[in-house]
């Protein structure tokens, strides 16, 4: 399965955007996406992943409240909707997929399949 990270752009502090992670065919509903951040100079963060099934999701400490994943399996794309942004997102962000458990969820080695990122930036 092949994955592509879209959606990125320049917005101000305070607004949204829409990142899609789309994939060449169906996900396994057995297998997590995850979203992951990596900004200039910093190490790579987990953001967001969706669960086995969709049944559930998980978030960072840092954008919970603010952003929401969520999973569209006829479309095998994966969203991250992302309110009320601030300078500290800024990040190159991208998608993967793996049969990852719950206790991992946060870990990117965890996740044998990545997608190409996409750079978000948000100015003061």
């Known amino acids: 399965v092949q994955l592509q990270a879209s959606g990125g752009g320049l917005v101000q502090a305070g607004g949204s955007l829409r990142l899609s992670c789309a994939a060449s065919?169906?996900?396994?509903?057995?297998?997590?996406v995850g979203w992951f951040r990596q900004a200039p100079g910093k190490e790579r963060e987990f953001v967001a992943a969706?669960?086995?099934?969709?049944?559930?999701?998980y978030y960072a400490d840092s954008v919970k409240g603010r952003f929401t994943v969520s999973r569209d399996n006829a479309k095998n794309t994966v969203y991250l909707q992302m309110n009320s942004l601030k300078p500290e997102d800024t990040a190159v962000y991208s998608c993967?997929?793996?049969?990852?458990?719950?206790?991992?969820?946060?870990?990117?080695?965890?996740?044998?399949?990545w997608g190409q990122g996409t750079l978000v930036t948000v100015s003061s």
């Open positions: 993967a997929t793996g049969p990852v458990i719950v206790s991992a969820i946060t870990v990117a080695t965890g996740y044998y399949n």
């Open positions: 065919e169906r996900i396994s509903s057995s297998y997590t």
């Open positions: 969706s669960g086995r099934n969709g049944a559930r999701t």
